[in-house]
């Protein structure tokens, strides 16, 4: 097949491929010809193999590389590159190692529902407030619609979303609670407009909000923030008409390309929270079960009673655009290697130092 003189060409290329932890990578491809001298390389520099852990082979036209024992050092790009004295190619895959779950999630619908039901607060503070917050097209809307169609067990659409637009969908400060069978569960979601260099939500605003200054109603304008002469500023808010989490609602696949105008905002509004003056001793009132598996409204108990100002979170949204694991099965989403990359990322981007 072949023949020294002719320039290698690939009849079966490297495929992706996805294992678990402990299990072995196998890559293999065919060439045109065998008269070709084979190198391989991870990450675009030549791959330094180990005695014992890697296994480079050549049968006749047909190039394999074999890695036992699968670990997280091992997830990556490898390519081979076939060259010869009439010239050469080269082709590339990717390999994702699944992690151990490097987050625990407890997935029993029934027993989560049953602790939302039964969740108590205090006589000061009737429900808690959550703010979303984010860029245009992040899914801060979406995600409301997604938590009203879970408790609620249908299609639920009652916040128009922007998907792909670049203009936001949210002009108006929204308040949207959850509804059960008598009255509604003891928390209520909060959408401003999103952030936009020069066209979105103005930080004031955000933080007006997060005071508990703002009325639900208020419509946004980009240069002109809430005034206190306004009919929707509320003079003195009570601890039940401030925000008690902040949201920051940020997309998986497109961080990266925000600039630093966006980040000066995240990080002004996130400064701000921390210096919120709240007095969170009175949420001590909570009565709360508390078990081994901390769930997130468990953690989100112990942040009120120790923290100073308003807790934040990030939530990360379409995360199946970001990753192949998490695109081909979301439960795969705490054993994906880049997902936890992005969110180290966003914690050191967007918290103010």
Not at 110 to 133: A, M, S
Not at 200 to 223: Q, R
Not at 232 to 242: E, F, G, R
Request: overall charge positive.
């Amino acid at each position: 097949m072949g023949s020294s003189s002719s320039k290698p060409e690939f009849i079966m290329v490297l495929a992706y491929k996805q294992v678990k932890s402990g299990e072995t990578i196998t890559l293999c491809c065919k060439a045109s010809t065998e008269h070709v001298t084979a190198t391989w390389k991870k990450n675009d520099r030549k791959l330094c193999c180990v005695e014992d852990k890697h296994f480079v082979e050549k049968e006749a036209t047909k190039f394999s590389l074999k890695i036992v024992s699968a670990e997280e050092a091992d997830d990556g790009k490898y390519t081979i590159n076939l060259k010869n004295c009439k010239g050469e190619i080269s082709c590339s895959s990717h390999v994702r190692v699944e992690l151990m779950e490097w987050r625990k999630l407890d997935l029993n619908r029934e027993r989560l529902f049953n602790t939302l039901k039964t969740f108590k607060i205090c006589n000061e503070v009737p429900e808690l407030h959550f703010l979303l917050y984010g860029p245009v097209g992040a899914g801060k809307s979406s995600t409301i619609n997604t938590i009203r169609t879970i408790f609620e067990g249908h299609q639920y659409i009652e916040c128009l979303a922007a998907a792909l637009s670049e203009k936001s969908q949210t002009k108006y400060f929204d308040r949207f609670e959850v509804p059960k069978e008598m009255g509604s569960f003891p928390f209520a979601f909060y959408d401003i407009m999103g952030l936009q260099a020069n066209k979105g939500v103005h930080t004031n605003d955000i933080i007006s909000a997060l005071k508990g200054h703002m009325k639900a109603g208020y419509m946004c304008t980009p240069k002109t923030p809430l005034s206190d002469d306004s009919k929707y500023y509320l003079k003195s808010p009570s601890l039940s008409d401030q925000m008690h989490c902040l949201l920051c609602i940020i997309p998986a696949d497109t961080f990266g390309l925000m600039g630093n105008d966006f980040l000066e905002q995240f990080k002004t509004v996130s400064e701000a929270t921390r210096n919120l003056d709240m007095n969170w001793r009175m949420m001590h009132a909570y009565k709360f079960p508390i078990n081994s598996n901390l769930t997130p409204l468990t953690l989100l108990r112990l942040c009120l009673q120790d923290y100073e100002g308003v807790p934040e979170a990030v939530l990360m949204t379409k995360v199946d655009k970001a990753c192949v694991m998490t695109r081909d099965c979301l439960r795969n989403i705490y054993k994906s290697k880049k997902i936890r990359e992005k969110m180290r990322e966003y914690s050191s981007s967007l918290v103010s130092q």
